[in-house]
Nanobody, 117 residues
Framework: QVQLVESGGGLVQPGGSLRLSCATS????????MRWYRQVPGKDHEFVAR???????SYADSAKGRFTISRDNAKNQAYLQLTGLKPDDTAVYYC???????????WGQGTQVTVSS
């Protein structure tokens, strides 16, 4: 059974930081690119960041310079370091595993990030 479990969300003041984690099981982690998305009520999922199997990263413009995606293949986990948080970053953050060599994709259940004073 494949599981992606996000953690690390919470309430933080503007300018603060959080580190989100995505623990995976049931997949060969090194076969998958990992992505983070976020969603606010009434809107579609918004791409945030991606890290390939080889460690190449890409970011949405809104995340560049503030967020950092990483992965630890030994721990089967992906991370998203959030810094310089703004109220507009408030959303549920989801991790996504996407196989790079074939069509296979999984989602976590999400973790809430709220940025408010």
């Amino acid at each position: 059974q494949v599981q992606l479990v996000e953690s690390g969300g919470g309430l933080v003041q503007p300018g603060g930081s959080l580190r989100l984690s995505c623990a995976t099981s049931g997949i060969t982690f090194s076969d998958f690119a990992m992505r983070w998305y976020r969603q606010v009520p009434g809107k579609d999922h918004e791409f945030v960041a991606r890290i390939s199997r080889a460690g190449r990263t890409s970011y949405a413009d809104s995340a560049k310079g503030r967020f950092t995606i990483s992965r630890d293949n030994a721990k089967n986990q992906a991370y998203l370091q959030l810094t310089g948080l703004k109220p507009d970053d408030t959303a549920v953050y989801y991790c996504n595993a996407e196989a790079e060599e074939w069509i296979e994709e999984y989602w976590g259940q999400g973790t809430q990030v709220t940025v408010s004073s």
